[in-house]
């Protein structure tokens, strides 16, 4: 099977894939600091199972994407704290992740940080994918979870749009404001802390989540931005990626997923992605992943749209 088949058929299923793939283990170990602060006994709190990877983000470089997913939850559902994602958020540091974190500081727009970040982002976590979604005059970065989440996403997901606030105001002054923020969940008991962090009209059970802006933010010049360092970081990054553990086909998986939304989840945009010429990336896959079934090896494309692979 060539590998546009396999764009097609992990297109159809990467939603409802069981697979999780990798998580940079510094957001863990963030986390971990912060519960102590806030007076959370992980230990106490988290299942076994889920605390020894706690413990192992110690000493480890990588964990499993849905381990941070259910640590904030459970985290959040023990302590009663439905603002405990927030609020992690808005108390980590900011250039304290993974590699893709020392990237944002010196990107000229909010587009380019996005773009890169989407590039690189299996280098951080693989637990989420985002997108920017154009309606008229309006933006908004859409965050979409990739992994089972086995006691619920809520908190993740607010987790990383409260990040994605951050680093707008990081780029584009800290009186910026978003329009509206949108949560695909129920409004908890008290949102005063969301509003605090936030500071914009909140829209819950929505269909999405996703911070929602004025269109022309995406190209405001910030004045942090530093090409050339920014060229340096990206040089860093195409290194690190070189040396990231996870196989070709959970790099691709990632850049399929990553790019749904956008309709470009394509055999040549996947390739160059990847770094790699269409026959090259081709190659490689025809070893790993052979169908296992001659069902399996035709490709339902209705789906997908015409024109697109």
Known sequence: MILTDHVALLSNRIMNDPETGLAHASAMRQFTRFAEVAGIDLRQVCPSELFAYVEQAHSVEWLPASVQVDVLQVAAIASDRADLGVAFSM???????????????????????????????????????????ITGHEAAFRHVLMVPARYGGSQFLQATLT?????ARMMLGEE??????????????????????????????????ALVFRKSDLH????RGNPNMRQFLEQQLAQAESEWPGDL???????????????RANLPHVASLAGLSTQSLQRPWQAVAQPSSPAAAQPDRRPLGTGWL
Request: charged share 25%; aromatic share 10%; hydrophobic share 35%.
């Open 91 to 133: 108390w980590c540091n900011v250039r304290g992740f993974g590699p893709v974190s020392q990237l944002w500081d010196h990107c000229s727009t909010l587009d380019e940080a996005t773009r890169l970040t989407r590039r690189y982002m299996h280098l951080e976590s693989a637990a989420m994918r985002s997108s920017t979604d």
């Open 163 to 167: 990040l994605q606030v951050r680093i």
């Open 176 to 209: 910026w404001m978003p329009s509206r923020l949108e949560l695909d969940h129920p409004a908890p008991p008290c949102d005063r802390y969301l509003q605090a962090a936030f500071r914009c009209p909140i829209e819950f059970d929505s269909d999405r989540c």
């Open 220 to 223: 405001r010049a910030s004045s």
């Open 249 to 263: 086909v959970q790099q691709v998986r990632y850049f399929i997923a990553s790019n749904l939304i956008e309709r």
